[in-house]
């Protein structure tokens, strides 16, 4: 990929170089860039029009000390203790930032669901598939992507699972 096809689609780099090697370019045209970051699932929702369930949260949790993402839809909360039994883990805590980073390559609020700098666990609730697209961050918090879940789901190499707080 050139540094000018990485910059026409507005995504981060190392997003776009993955995006390339995974043969998913044409997803650049389909991309939207907002003026304003859209840092929360709330924001990203408002902005493209769409359910705030319709936005994929990427977020990295620590379990174990070991990192994993979570991809969750933007109109529910993670369950922590889900996540525990599911990974079999002692503790699972939300990351700091510097992990996030560390980890992933991107800063909170643009983190992909992949494309990612190391690799590391994923665990995808089913709350997703309950749309027809999804959108997630291309890197930035200006820039979100569609995808069908299941593709999403696929290219992150995800698990599917139950983690979704459920309402009291």
């Known amino acids: 990929m050139t540094s000018s096809e990485a910059s ?18 044409g997803l650049n045209a389909r991309m939207r860039r907002f003026p304003d970051a859209t840092r929360t ?4 929702a408002a902005a493209i029009g769409c359910e705030l369930s319709e936005i994929c949260k ?7 000390g070991v990192p994993v993402l979570v991809l969750m839809d933007g109109a529910s909360r993670v369950d922590l203790e889900l996540v525990r039994k599911e990974l079999g883990a002692e503790k699972v805590t939300r990351a700091k930032a510097d992990v996030v980073r560390e980890t992933t390559g991107y800063a909170i609020g643009g983190v992909p669901p992949f494309g990612h700098r190391t690799k590391t666990r994923v665990l995808a609730d089913r709350s997703l598939l309950g749309h027809d697209v999804v959108w997630a961050a291309a890197g930035n918090p200006h820039v979100v992507f569609p995808m069908a879940p299941l593709d999403l789901v696929a290219h992150a ?11 009291s």
């Open 58 to 64: 990427s977020l990295i949790f620590a379990a174990d």
């Open 41 to 44: 699932a709330a924001e990203a």
């Open 157 to 167: 190499g995800a698990t599917l699972a139950d983690v979704r707080e459920q309402p």
């Open 8 to 25: 026409e689609s507005h995504a981060h780099p190392r997003f776009a170089e993955a995006l390339h090697e995974l043969g998913l370019s």
